[in-house]
Each structure stands twice: as C-alpha cells, then as structure tokens.
C-alpha cells in the first residue's frame, strides 16, 4: 500500500535525492527512481491471486479515513546516519492521521499476509540503499547532514494497492486499487 506524492513534493524529494547523487558520486549506492518515489504504508510480499481480492476488499474499510495534510521533513538514514543502509526523507504534518490510516491497513491485512516483524511505523521516504564500506561512512552521513530539503506540504486525499514487479533495472510498481479518503 502506499501514498503518492504531490507534484510539487515529488520535486522537492528528487530534488534533495539528486543534490545528495551528486555528491556521493561513485559510491555504492542504489538510488530510488523518480517513478518509485512514494510512502510504504505496508509492504505484503508476495501475494496470492486468491488473497488479492480479498484483500482489496477489506482494504475498502479504510477509505472512511480523514484526508490529512503531509510535510517534507528531513534528510536521515537506518539504522543511523554514521552507517547508513537506506537513506530516506522524513515526513511531518498530520502524522496522527497517517498512523491511524497506517493501523487500518494493518487491520485489514491481518490474517491475510504474513505478519510484519513488531517494528513500529516510521513514516518516511527510500531514496536510497547502500552498502558502505567504513570509510565511506562518514562522507554519507556529511552529505545527509548538509543537503538542504525544500519544505512542502501537500493533501492526502488516497492511497493506492499496488502491485511491484521485479527487473534487472529494479521494481515497477503499478496500481491496483486506489482509495479515497474522506
């Protein structure tokens, strides 16, 4: 499930992301295309056909959910930002809202998709996996200190099912449901 950006955000996100490509040139990173740029309120897995519809289905009980407003946040990595795996952008705003969509989600799926590790929600944006080497540590977590995010708030008026396939170029996610909230 997930949540798209707006347009104007979706360029703030690209923006921040290609300054930060720009200066960590050469480094073994793997940056999110501009296409796959979006907020993961659940990852399924690999899902039956059979489960899918059911699925989209028990989904539907979340559309009853407040539309709510979304801020670019800042520049962060996980674990930490002295040895990054995946470099992200934080989310501000109404994030009450988007938890209790989130725990909807959650609810719905129960029971249908494997059970997710206890993990609590961190509302954020992958821009970027790595695998560093311990002297490029440092000049990452530098760079992510010192890139600017252009401050963006948009509405969240959906979300959206969706489906993501794997290629050698890396995942294409399509739509399978989208949801309206109110």
Known sequence: MAIHLSPDADNAVREARDALRERLQGL?????????????????????ENSLKRIAQQLAACAGSTRFQLQTGRLGAFPTDRAARVIWIGLGGETNQLVSLQQCVE???????????????????????????APDREWVRR?????????????????????SSLNPKGARYSELARYELQ
């Open 143 to 163: 760079a992510i200190a010192e890139t600017s995010l252009r401050e963006v708030t948009w509405p969240v008026t959906s979300f959206e099912l969706m489906k």
């Open 107 to 133: 609810r719905a799926v129960s029971g249908l998709v494997p059970h997710e590790e206890n993990k609590p929600f961190n509302a954020h944006l992958t821009i970027a996996r790595c695998e560093l080497r």
């Open 28 to 48: 073994p990173i793997k940056w999110v295309s501009d296409s796959n740029l979006h907020l993961t309120l659940r990852f399924l897995g690999h899902v039956r």
